[in-house]
C-alpha cells in the first residue's frame, strides 16, 4: 500500500535549480548548493533481512575455521610449567623460601626435577612467571626515569621524582631508579637434561633476543654514549636497594649489560596483570634432527634470590614452543568458535524469525 | 557590571533648564552601554561567568584534583586541552558579541540631537543629554530619551509617533503637550521654562506614566499621552520640544530590553538529570573502588611493601582508598566528557544553520531567509505537540483585496470560479488607461464591472460613490495623481481603493470637505457629518452635499443591521443581495452592505438640530448620539454589497492540514472578532464542514462559562457513544471518569465533579479519555469567556475541553491572555508549545512557549526580537517543524544515545581494570589516548551525525506526517533508552576489557615475547575500543554522505596515524619521559593474535546490537523505517517515466479543489468586521488630525531602518541586523517561484509523481497571476494604493500601505519605491 504512494524520483530541487540561478545578486537567498539544502548525495544502509542475515552467516563460516585452526595450533604447541615457589614443605625450594632476607650473600640453591613426555620440537622458549604480582599497579608503574634508562647523563645524576622512595641511597642517584627497577627478577634458572644414563647435560640457554627489538634498540641505552667502561660512567650512582650487584655488572658482556641488559629490559617491560610470564631464556633448535628438548627427565636448577612469600606471590617456569600464532592460547581458538557457533546461530534464529513472522510482507511485493 | 548601584528611586524629581539642580539626584546619563566588556575587563569578568557553568566548574576542579600527586592518575593535560579549548571557544564568541554592542552603543550614542543650553539650541551627542534637559525633535528622528512633550509645531500641540521599535505596533500613535506647555512655543521661552517635574520611578510600563508637574504654583498631571518614549520615531510632525525625564538606562526602551528568559529544550533538562543520574554513578563507582583499594591495600597492597611501598603521605589503608577515590574520579570523569556539552552546542548551532540555509523557507517577496535566532532549541521543534497561533498576519496577511461585488443585484467578479482555473491566465483589468489615477497594483478580473462603470449604470456609479465617501481614509498626494491613502483599517483601505480604480476617485479631504474626481471630473461635496463606526452600530454613514446642492445619506455596514434599515421598496433588491453576500461568507469573504438615502433639506435640518444637541450633551452623549444616528439610518436604499478578501498566506491550509495530520494541535489565538476568527478558522480549514460539533463558548459569566464547557463535554460524550456503539468506550469511560473523579476530589478543584456522584456516567471523564474520542470538535471560545476560563477553579476544565477538541479558536483575546492559554497548555499537559505571530501582541505568548516563531516582514520587529525562530511565512512553519524539527530532533537523540555510550565503552573498561591492578587508578590506555578519544578519534564521526544524519528525505517528513510522532511521545531519547545506551556501553568495556584479558594474559608474540606487557595491552584494547566505537557510528549512521566517509574513514585513520606517530622513536628520542610507549603499536599491531582479538571483540560487541536492531525493524518497524525500506526498494528500481503524466493529471484537480472554498449554508454569514477603532471620524471632523495629509510623507519612505534596537536586542545575533533592508528586486519574485512550499498534500496516500504534482498544486493560483503581472514594463513602487486580487504576492506591501494612514509599510516595502525601476 505503501508502494503506490511513492516516486522513485527525488523531486527534491529540480526544479529549484534554474529559477534560482536567475536571482539576482543583492538577493538574500540561500545558497542552491546541495551542503546547505541538506541534498549532499548519500548512502543509506539500512538493515534488511538481505544483509544482516548474510553477514551473521558470513562471520558464523569465517570465525569457525579459524577458531578450529587456532584451536588445533594451539593444542600443537608444547608446553610445561613447573612452579618453584617453595610453599609446600615438599618442595626442593622450601628452604630457600622460608630463609629468604635481601640482605644474604650466600645464594640459596634449589634443584627440582620434572619428566617432559613430549619432545619439544621446534626453539623452545624459557619463561618465568609471578602470580599475585602487581606489575600494573599505578604507583609501581609510573616508579621509573625513561631518561635515565635511556642513557640520560643529567637523569642518571638527578633521577625524577617519580623514583621516589628509590630515587636516592645514601645520597647518590640510584641507577636504575624507581620501584620496578628495584624489583627486578634475580633468580638464575638453569636447566639440564639428564641423561638416560643419569649423567647431566646442561642446555644452553640463548639469553639474547628476549626483549623488544625497540627498546633494546631505542629505548633503553647505557649513559656515557659508547664508553665501554660502564664501572666508570655509573661511577657515582648507588645499585638500587635490593639488587646485590650493580647495574654495570648484570652481565659480562658489553653489548648486555647495564642498562641494556635484556633481562633487565624485559623486567622493566611492566606487565599488564598481575601473574604474568616474562620470557627468560631461548633454547635454539640444534641443527640436526634430534628435538630442542627430547623426552625425558631434566632437572632444573634455581638460584632462589627473589622473595615472593611474604606477598603470596607464586614462581614458576614456563618452557614452551610456539607457532605463528605465538605460544599456546586455547582460549583465542575456543571464543572463535564459541562466536562462529553463535552467530550461525543466530543467523538462523533470525531467518526463522524472519520468515515467520517478519513485517516485510508489505513490501515484498514491491519487490517482486 | 561593577558599577555601583545607587538606592532605588523613589521618585524622581527634575526641573526643567537646571542641570545643576537635576545633578543632586545623581539620575543617570542618556549613555546607554549594553556591552558587557572591556579590553581590561574581558578576560576576568568573562572567565567568571564561564565558570559559572557547572560543566566548567566540574572540569576545573578535576584540573585541581590532577595537580595533586598522590592522586593524579592522568596528566593534568588530560583535561586542561578540552577545558582550553572550550573556554577559549566560547571567549571568542562573546568577544566578538561585545564587539558588535559596543559599535552599535558608540553609534547611538554619539547620534546628535539639539538641546536647549542657555536659551540656544546646541548640537550634543545623545549620550550628554541630561535629565532636566529640554531638546529638539524634528520629523522622523528617533526620540533620544523619554521625554515630556512641551510642545510640537502641530495645532493643538499634537504630536505623532510611532512605536514600532517599542511595542512594534505600526500604526502611529498620537500625543498631546499639556495646554500650558504647549503656548511656550520657540525657544525662548522654553529656555524660561523652569517647571519642576515629580513622577515615577523608572519602571518597563510602556503604557503608563503617572506624575504631576509643578509649574507656576500650579500642579498640573502628566500622563503617557504626554510622554514620547525613547525608541519612537517622530512623524509627521515638523519639530516638538520635550523635557528629559528619563535617560540612558532609566528609559522604558532599555528597562524592556532586560535579559530574555533562557529557554531550555526538555533533552537539555532530561541530559542535565542525566548528567547528574552519571556524577552519583561514577561517585557510585569511585566509592566501591575505593573499598576494594581498601581492601587490597590491606590485604595484598601492605604485604608487597617490599617491592611497593605506599607513597609517603600515606600510611594506612584507609587514606589510600580515599586518595584512590578521587583517582578514580578523575579517570572516570569521562563519562561526561567536556566534549558533549561543546558538541551539542555544535550541532545546534549547525541545524540552526541549515536552517538559515533554507531556500524553502525563504520568501523572496520580502527577501527574508528563515532565520534562528535561539541556536538552543532545534531538537524541541521535533517534539512540539501545540501550535498557538495569532491569526492577524500569521495565518492571513493582514491584506484585504477588494474581490467581489453585488451591485443593484447583479454580482461582478465571479469570472474566475465560472470559468475555471485556467482562465487565471487572464490579464488583470488595465485602469490605468483611461484613468490615469488608478492604483496599479490593483487587481480586479471582472471586465463586466468595468463595462458597467463606463456605460454609466447610475446603481454602479451610486456604489463606487458610497465607497468613495463614506470612509475615514486620509489622502495623500505629494506629486499630481500620486495618491496615497492611509486608512485605517485594510478593509477600508481596499474599498475606497477599488471605487478609486472604477473611477471615483477620492483625493482630499477637509474636515467639511471631501474632494473626488468622479470619472477624471472633480467634484467637491460638502460633509456634514461623519456617523462614525461602533462596535454595536457596526455601520458608519457620512451626510454629504453634493455640488448641486442635494443632500445624500451613505451608509456601509454589516448585512444584518442594514438589511434592517432599508426602506420597503428595497425588498427584493435585498433578497438577491443576500444570496450573493452567502455565497460571499461561503467562500470566506468579509461582506459589506452599501446603502444610501436621500434627504430633504428639512429632513437634515432638523436633524442636524437633534445631533448638535446630542454632541453637546454632557451627560449620556454616547447613548443620545447614537439614538440621534439610529434616527436618520432609516428607509435606506440598498446599492449592494462588497466582499473583501482577507487573504490568507500561501499555503495555510495545506500547512494546518499536515500539521493537525502530524498530530499536532493547533489553536488559533485572536484578537479578532469571533466571526472573523471563525471565517478564518473555515477558509485555513481548521475549521470544516464535517467536524462533528462546534462548541462556541461565549458566557460572560462564571457560571454560564462553566455550564458551556459542561455541555460540550457531555455533547463529546454522547456522540462518542453513539457513533462507537458504546460497550468499549462506556467502560472506559466508566473507569476513566472514576480515576478521574478521585483524582479532581482529591484536588478539590471543580463542583461539577463534586457535585456528580463520583462514578456517574462520564460526566468528568479524565482528558485523556475524552482525547481519545475520535470525534472532530472544535471550540471556539471568546476573550470575556477565556478570562473566567482561566482562573484556577476552571482551568483544567477548559483545558480538557479545549484539549479534547482538534481546533480551538480564541478571539478576542488580549496579548495576556494568549500567554496565560499557553501557560495554561504548558503547565498541565506536558507538551511542547509553539506560539507563532508576528505583531507586539504576539510577544508575551512568544515567550512564553517554549518556542517562539516570529514571522517577520510584516508588522513590525518586536515579535521577531522576541522569537526564537523568524520566517515570513506561516507555511514555513510545517518545513520547521517536520523537516527540521523532525530531524534535529532525530540527530540530536541519536547523538546523545551513541555518545553516552562510546564514553561508557570507553571509560568502563578503566572499572574493569581495576579489579586486576590493585584498585590502583591506573589507566587502561596511555594518556594520550585519553586525551585525544574525545576529542579528535570519535569526535567527528558522531558529529557528523549529528549533522548530517537523515532517516527519510525531508519530502517524505511532508507526506507521512505522522513521522512527526515519536518526536512528541519522546521515543528516541528519554530515560529508557538512556539506560540502553549505557548498558550497551558498560557490555562493551567488559568485552573490550575480557577478551583481551583472556587472549592477552597466555598469549605471546611469534618470537616467544609474551603479549601481556602493559603497553601492548593498552595498544590492543584501545584499538579495539576505536574500532568498534567506529563499527557502531557507522551502524548508526543512517546517511552516509561524503563527509561521514570522510569523518568515520579519517577518524580511523588519524588514530592509526597518531598512534604511530606516538609511538615512533622520534618523538621518543626527544621526550623519552612523555613517550614511553615507544614501538607499542608497531609490536603489537604487527601481531596476527592481536587482530584477531580485536576482530573477536568487534563481533561480539556489534553482533548482538545488530541482531537486536534487526528484530525491531523485522518486527516491529516504525513508520520511519518502512517508509525508508519502501524508499531503497523503489529507489533500485527505479521508474522515473510515467509518473509525469499523472502528476499533470491530477495537478489540474487538486488546483481546483485548491481555488475552491468549501460552499457552506449561510450559518456562518460574515458580517462586516469593521477592524478600527470609532473614534476617527471625529478627529476628522474636528480638523485635528488635517495637517496630517499636507505634510511630506517622504518619511514614509525613508523610515530608518533603527539598527541599534536590533542588536540591542538581539544578545546573541549581533551579525544579522538590517535584515530587512535590502530592497526586494524586481527579477526575485520570479525566483521565488521556483522555491514552492514543499508538498502541502493532506492526503498522504495514494499520491504519485509529486514533483509535477506538487508544483502544480502549490503554484496553481499564484505562479500563472505572477508570471503575468511581473512582466518587465511593470512599474513597482509607486505610491498607489490598491488591492490585489488573486496574486497575494503583489504585493503584500500594498495592504501595508492600505493602512498607511496609521502605519508606514514595513521597510522592505518602503524602500521598494526607491528601488522601482
Known amino acids: 500500500m505503501m508502494a503506490s504512494s511513492y516516486s522513485a524520483k527525488e523531486e527534491d530541487g529540480h526544479h529549484s535549480g534554474p529559477a534560482g540561478l536567475g536571482a539576482a545578486t543583492r538577493t538574500r537567498k540561500p545558497d542552491n548548493t546541495a551542503f546547505k539544502q541538506q541534498r549532499l548525495p548519500a548512502w543509506q544502509p539500512i538493515l534488511t533481512a538481505g544483509t544482516v542475515l548474510p553477514a551473521f552467516f558470513i562471520i558464523g563460516l569465517i570465525f569457525i575455521p579459524i577458531g578450529i585452526g587456532l584451536y588445533v595450533t594451539s593444542n600443537n604447541i608444547n608446553e610445561f610449567e613447573i612452579d618453584y615457589t617453595g610453599t609446600d614443605m615438599s618442595s626442593p625450594c622450601f628452604n630457600c623460601s622460608q630463609n629468604f632476607s635481601w640482605n644474604s650473600t650466600t645464594p640459596c640453591k634449589c634443584v627440582l626435577s620434572f619428566y617432559l613426555d613430549q619432545p619439544f620440537e621446534s626453539n623452545v622458549f624459557m619463561y618465568y612467571g609471578l602470580s599475585n604480582f602487581y606489575q600494573n599497579h599505578r604507583r609501581y608503574v609510573k616508579s621509573r626515569d625513561d631518561s635515565q634508562l635511556n642513557g640520560d647523563e ?209 513490501s515484498s511485493d514491491i519487490a517482486s | ?563 434592517e434599515r432599508l426602506h420597503s421598496c428595497s425588498h427584493e433588491l435585498m433578497n438577491i443581495t443576500s444570496d450573493h453576500l452567502n455565497e460571499y461568507a461561503a467562500d470566506g469573504l468579509r461582506t459589506l452592505a452599501v446603502a444610501y438615502r436621500d434627504l430633504s433639506e428639512e429632513q437634515w435640518e432638523a436633524w442636524a438640530e437633534r445631533f448638535n444637541g446630542a454632541d453637546k450633551a454632557t451627560d449620556c452623549r454616547d447613548d443620545r448620539l447614537s439614538a440621534a444616528y439610529e434616527e436618520i439610518e432609516q428607509d435606506m436604499m440598498l446599492l449592494g454589497a462588497t466582499a473583501v478578501e482577507d487573504k490568507l498566506q500561501d499555503g495555510v491550509p495545506e500547512t494546518i492540514a499536515v500539521l493537525s495530520l502530524a498530530n499536532i494541535k493547533v489553536w488559533v489565538l485572536t484578537g479578532d472578532k469571533q466571526e472573523t476568527a471563525v471565517n478564518i478558522g473555515y477558509s485555513c480549514k481548521m475549521l470544516t464542514d464535517d467536524m462533528t460539533e462546534i462548541f462556541i463558548v461565549n458566557g460572560h459569566t462564571v457560571q454560564s462559562v462553566r455550564e458551556e464547557l459542561r455541555k460540550s463535554r457531555e455533547r463529546m460524550l454522547e456522540s462518542a457513544r453513539t457513533r462507537d456503539g458504546g460497550k468499549e468506550v462506556e467502560a472506559q469511560g466508566w473507569g476513566g471518569a472514576c480515576a478521574f473523579g478521585n483524582g479532581c476530589g482529591a484536588g478539590g478543584a471543580s463542583n461539577w465533579v463534586s457535585n456528580e456522584s463520583k462514578c456517574s456516567p462520564p460526566q468528568a471523564p479524565p482528558s485523556s479519555f475524552l482525547e481519545s474520542i475520535s470525534g472532530e470538535f472544535a471550540l471556539i471560545i471568546s476573550g470575556h469567556s477565556l478570562a473566567h476560563a482561566l482562573e484556577a477553579d476552571m482551568e483544567r476544565e477548559f483545558l480538557e475541553t479545549a484539549c479534547a477538541c482538534r481546533a480551538v479558536i480564541c478571539c478576542r483575546v488580549t496579548p495576556l491572555q494568549k500567554a496565560l492559554v499557553v501557560e495554561l497548555v504548558k503547565r498541565h499537559k506536558k507538551a511542547v508549545t509553539l506560539a507563532i505571530g508576528d505583531g507586539a501582541n504576539d510577544v508575551s505568548m512568544i515567550k512564553t512557549a517554549h518556542i517562539g516563531v516570529g514571522i517577520s516582514g510584516q508588522e513590525g520587529i518586536q515579535a521577531v526580537l522576541a522569537s526564537d525562530y523568524s520566517f515570513s511565512q506561516f507555511r514555513f512553519l510545517q518545513r520547521l517543524l517536520l523537516v527540521h524539527g523532525r530531524w534535529s530532533y532525530l540527530r540530536m537523540c541519536r547523538f546523545l544515545c551513541y555518545f553516552f555510550y562510546k564514553n561508557f565503552a570507553f571509560t568502563m573498561v578503566h572499572f574493569w581494570f581495576g579489579f586486576f591492578c590493585g584498585f590502583s587508578a591506573q589507566t587502561v590506555y596511555d594518556q594520550y589516548f585519553i586525551t585525544l578519544y574525545n576529542i579528535v578519534y570519535t569526535s567527528l564521526p558522531v558529529l557528523a551525525m549529528g549533522l548530517f544524519d537523515q532517516d527519510v528525505p525531508e519530502q517524505r517528513s511532508l507526506e507521512y506526517p505522522k513521522l512527526y510522532e515519536p518526536g512528541q511521545l519522546n521515543l528516541l531519547f528519554n530515560k529508557r533508552e538512556f539506560f540502553i545506551c549505557i548498558a550497551q556501553g558498560i557490555y562493551t568495556s567488559v568485552v573490550l576489557f575480557f577478551i583481551p584479558y583472556g587472549v592477552l594474559s597466555h598469549a605471546t608474540q611469534s618470537n616467544g615475547v609474551p603479549l601481556a606487557d602493559y603497553q601492548t595491552f593498552a595498544v590492543t584494547t584501545a584499538t579495539a575500543l576505536v574500532i568498534v566505537v567506529s563499527v557502531q557510528i557507522a551502524l548508526d549512521t543512517g546517511y552516509w554522505t561524503a563527509i561521514n566517509h570522510f569523518f568515520i574513514w579519517g577518524s580511523l585513520g588519524t588514530y592509526f596515524t597518531i598512534l604511530f606517530a606516538m609511538h615512533s622513536s622520534i618523538l621518543f628520542n626527544i621526550f623519552p619521559k612523555q613517550f614511553h610507549f615507544l614501538g607499542s603499536a608497531h609490536n603489537t599491531l604487527g601481531q596476527p593474535v592481536v587482530w584477531l582479538t580485536i576482530a573477536l571483540a568487534t563481533v561480539i560487541c556489534i553482533a548482538p546490537v545488530l541482531a537486536f536492531r534487526f528484530l525491531k525493524l523485522d518486527l516491529k518497524p516504525q513508520l520511519s523505517d518502512t517508509v525508508r525500506y519502501t524508499q531503497l526498494v523503489l529507489q533500485k528500481k527505479q521508474k522515473p517515466c510515467g509518473r509525469v503524466g499523472r502528476g499533470v493529471g491530477g495537478a489540474g484537480v487538486a488546483s481546483g479543489s485548491a481555488l475552491g472554498r468549501l460552499g457552506r449554508g449561510g450559518s456562518r454569514r460574515s458580517g462586516y468586521a469593521f477592524a478600527h477603532q470609532e473614534g476617527f471620524g471625529e478627529l476628522i471632523t474636528s480638523g485635528k488630525n488635517m495637517r496630517m495629509s499636507s505634510l511630506a510623507l517622504a518619511s514614509f519612505a525613508s523610515r530608518h531602518s533603527s539598527n541599534w534596537i536590533d542588536t540591542l536586542r538581539r544578545k546573541k545575533h549581533a551579525n544579522s541586523t538590517g535584515m530587512q533592508n535590502t530592497p526586494p528586486t524586481g527579477e526575485d519574485s520570479a525566483a521565488s517561484s521556483q522555491a514552492p512550499p514543499l508538498s502541502t498534500s493532506s492526503s498522504p496516500a495514494g499520491k504519485a509523481g509529486q514533483a509535477c504534482y506538487e508544483y502544480v498544486l502549490t503554484h496553481s493560483p499564484d505562479d500563472i497571476a505572477l508570471s503575468v503581472i511581473r512582466s518587465p514594463e511593470r512599474e513597482v513602487g509607486e505610491y498607489s494604493t490598491g488591492t490585489v486580487q488573486e496574486a497575494p504576492f503583489v504585493w503584500k506591501g500594498t495592504g501595508a500601505r492600505i493602512n498607511g494612514a496609521s502605519s508606514p509599510g514595513p521597510p522592505p516595502i518602503a524602500e521598494e519605491t526607491s528601488s522601482g525601476e
Open chain 1, 154 to 362: 643529567r637523569s642518571l645524576k638527578e633521577p625524577s621524582k617519580e623514583c621516589e622512595p628509590y630515587r636516592t641511597n645514601e645520597n647518590k642517584p640510584i641507577a636504575p631508579c624507581g620501584a620496578i627497577a628495584n624489583s627486578m627478577f634475580n633468580d638464575t634458572l638453569d636447566l639440564f637434561y639428564i641423561n638416560p644414563s643419569g649423567s647431566k647435560t646442561q642446555i644452553p640457554l640463548n639469553k639474547k633476543g628476549i626483549a623488544w627489538s625497540t627498546d633494546k634498540r631505542v629505548k633503553f641505552r647505557n649513559p656515557g654514549g659508547s664508553n665501554p667502561n660502564l664501572t666508570a660512567v655509573f661511577k657515582d650512582t648507588a645499585k638500587p636497594v635490593n639488587w646485590h650487584k650493580p647495574v654495570y655488572e648484570l652481565d659480562s658482556e658489553a653489548d648486555n649489560n647495564g642498562f641494556i641488559n635484556e633481562d633487565f629490559i624485559v623486567w622493566m617491560r611492566t606487565a599488564a596483570l598481575p601473574t604474568f610470564r616474562k620470557l627468560y631464556r631461548i633454547i635454539q633448535k640444534n641443527n640436526n634432527m634430534t628435538p630442542t628438548l627430547p623426552r625425558g627427565n631434566y632437572s632444573l636448577e634455581v638460584t632462589y634470590n627473589y622473595p615472593v612469600r611474604s606477598f603470596e606471590g607464586r614462581k614458576r617456569v614456563i618452557l614452551s614452543t610456539i607457532s605463528w600464532m605465538g605460544g599456546k592460547n586455547p582460549f583465542l581458538g575456543i571464543a572463535y568458535m564459541t562466536v562462529g557457533s553463535i552467530c550461525f546461530f543466530l543467523g538462523v534464529v533470525l531467518l526463522f524469525i524472519h520468515h515467520k513472522y517478519g513485517n516485510r510482507n508489505n
Open chain 2, 1 to 563: 557590571m561593577f558599577r555601583k548601584r545607587p538606592p532605588p528611586e523613589e521618585e524622581r524629581r527634575l526641573r526643567a533648564n537646571d542641570r545643576e539642580y537635576n545633578e543632586k539626584f545623581q539620575y543617570a546619563s542618556n549613555c546607554i552601554m549594553t556591552s558587557k566588556y572591556n579590553i581590561i575587563t574581558f578576560l576576568p569578568v568573562n572567565l567568571f561567568e564561564q565558570f559559572q557553568e557547572v560543566a566548567n566548574t566540574y572540569f576545573l576542579f578535576l584540573l585541581i584534583l590532577q595537580l595533586i600527586p598522590q592522586i593524579s592518575s592522568l596528566s593534568w593535560f588530560t583535561t586542561i586541552v578540552p577545558l582550553v579549548l572550550v573556554l577559549s571557544i566560547t571567549a571568542v564568541k562573546d568577544a566578538t558579541d561585545d564587539y558588535f554592542r559596543h559599535k552599535s552603543d558608540n553609534q547611538v550614542n554619539n547620534r546628535q540631537s539639539q538641546v536647549l543650553i542657555g536659551g540656544i539650541l546646541q548640537k550634543e551627542k545623545w549620550m550628554n543629554v541630561r535629565v532636566g534637559d529640554i531638546i529638539k525633535l524634528e520629523n522622523n528622528q528617533f526620540v533620544a530619551a523619554d521625554l515630556l512633550l512641551l510642545s510640537s509645531s502641530e495645532p493643538h500641540s499634537l504630536c505623532y509617533i510611532e512605536t514600532a521599535e517599542l511595542d512594534g505596533e505600526t500604526n502611529m500613535k498620537v500625543r498631546q503637550s499639556l495646554s500650558v506647555t504647549s503656548e511656550l512655543g520657540d525657544p525662548n521661552n522654553l529656555a524660561q521654562f523652569d517647571g519642576e517635574v515629580v513622577c515615577e520611578p523608572p519602571n518597563n510600563k510602556l503604557d503608563r506614566f503617572c506624575g504631576t508637574l509643578y509649574w507656576k504654583d500650579c500642579k498640573y498631571p502628566l500622563s503617557n499621552q504626554n510622554m514620547l518614549l525613547r525608541g519612537c520615531v517622530l512623524r509627521n510632525t515638523e519639530s516638538c520640544y520635550g523635557l528629559v525625564i528619563f535617560a540612558g538606562p532609566d528609559t522604558k526602551l532599555m528597562q524592556n530590553s532586560g535579559r530574555t528568559k533562557f529557554k531550555r529544550t526538555s533533552i537539555d533538562r532530561l541530559m542535565n538529570t542525566l548528567v547528574l543520574w552519571i556524577f552519583g554513578f561514577l561517585v557510585c563507582m569511585g566509592v566501591i573502588l575505593a573499598i576494594g583499594n581498601a581492601v587490597w591495600e590491606k590485604e595484598v597492597g601492605a604485604l608487597f611493601q617490599s617491592f611497593l611501598p605506599w607513597d609517603p603521605p600515606v600510611d594506612n589503608f584507609l587514606f589510600s582508598a580515599f586518595l584512590s577515590f578521587w583517582s578514580y574520579v578523575i579517570i572516570l570523569n569521562t563519562v561526561v566528557p567536556i566534549s558533549l556539552y561543546v558538541s551539542v552546542e555544535v550541532i545546534r548551532l549547525g541545524h540552526s544553520y541549515f536552517i538559515n540555509w533554507d531556500r524553502r523557507m525563504f520568501c523572496s517577496r520580502s527577501n527574508t531567509a528563515a532565520e534562528a535566532r535561539t541556536t538552543t532549541l532545534n531538537e524541541e521543534l521535533g517534539q512540539v505537540e501545540y501550535i498557538f497561533s495569532d491569526k492577524t498576519g500569521t495565518l492571513t496577511q493582514n491584506i484585504m483585496t477588494f474581490n467581489k461585488c453585488s451591485i443593484n443585484g447583479r454580482a461582478y467578479g465571479e469570472v474566475m470560479d465560472i470559468l475555471g482555473a485556467q482562465k487565471k491566465r487572464v490579464q488583470p483589468l488595465d485602469f490605468s488607461a483611461w484613468n490615469p489615477l488608478a492604483d496599479r497594483d490593483f487587481c480586479f478580473y471582472d471586465q463586466s464591472l468595468l463595462e458597467a462603470v463606463m456605460v454609466g449604470e447610475p446603481a454602479v456609479h451610486e456604489f463606487f460613490r458610497v465607497l468613495s465617501l463614506c470612509h475615514t481614509v486620509m489622502s495623500e498626494e505629494k506629486k499630481e495623481g500620486v495618491l496615497v491613502y492611509k486608512a485605517q483599517s485594510p478593509d477600508e483601505g481596499a474599498l475606497v481603493t477599488a471605487a478609486r480604480n472604477f473611477g471615483f476617485v477620492f483625493r482630499s479631504r477637509t474636515p467639511g470637505t471631501v474632494t473626488t474626481q468622479e470619472l477624471g471630473k472633480a467634484v467637491t461635496y460638502t460633509l456634514l457629518a461623519i456617523l462614525d463606526f461602533n462596535n454595536i452600530r457596526k455601520r458608519m454613514s457620512v451626510i454629504v452635499r453634493n455640488p448641486a446642492g442635494r443632500i445624500r445619506l451613505y451608509c456601509k455596514g454589516a448585512d444584518t443591521v442594514l438589511f
